[in-house]
């Protein structure tokens, strides 16, 4: 009995190894961001399918800028960043396809950080959001999500979304722009100034 469980342990080690190195592999990537920011502003880019979530099917990356106080839950730049795909499908948005996008992406990452946490039959909570369509291109609305990286609560995000096309590049561009703060905070002005550093007209 002990030398099957003694195997047991050892193939559950054998496996979050893996899992931790293929994780380690893809976000630790060579690929340069094409998003300008301040100073201060962390960078990360991902490929997709996303390792979080591969229900998300699209072909190519998301590039990431994070306003420094992303991970201080007593910061008011908390949870405030920047998200760029740039993609081969057309997305073709409204304001039903978003919100799926939206949960999928978030009930993904949260549950994954709960697995890197080693916290495997954690119940975290499921991801909600209203968003609306402004204009053909441009929507805004609300996250409600479970920060399981921080807070380890459920918090609510603003959120603006913007899609436009690259000619240059062939790709569709999708902007992501969130933060807890209202849109009358000094942060919104600096994540919607975040720049593209590749030439699109």
């Not at 690929?31 to 960078?43: C, F, H, P, T």
Request: hydrophobic share 45%; aromatic share 14%.
């Amino acid at each position: 009995m002990l030398k099957k469980i003694v195997k047991i342990v050892l193939f559950l080690i054998l496996v979050i190894g893996i899992f931790a190195g293929y994780i380690f592999f893809r976000l630790h990537n060579t690929i340069e961001n094409v998003l300008e920011a301040k100073n201060g502003w962390r960078s990360e880019v991902l490929e997709f399918p996303l390792l979080f979530a591969g229900d998300l099917e699209y072909t190519g990356e998301e590039h990431i800028r994070f306003a420094p106080g992303w991970g201080e839950t007593d910061r008011d730049d908390y949870f405030s960043y920047v998200f760029l795909w740039i993609i081969e499908e057309e997305p073709s948005l409204n304001s039903s396809v978003l919100e799926n996008i939206i949960n999928t992406y978030f009930d993904g990452l949260m549950n994954t950080g709960a697995i890197t946490k080693f916290n495997f039959f954690k119940d975290i909570p499921k991801t909600t959001s209203s968003i609306k369509q402004i204009s053909p291109n441009i929507f805004e609305g609300s996250i409600h999500l479970y920060d399981e990286f921080f807070a380890q609560e459920m918090i609510l995000l603003n959120a603006k979304i913007k899609s436009e096309y690259c000619p240059t590049k062939k790709k569709h561009l999708l902007w992501f722009y969130l933060s807890p703060q209202a849109d009358t905070h000094h942060i919104w002005e600096e994540l919607m100034t975040t720049r593209l550093t590749i030439d699109c007209l």
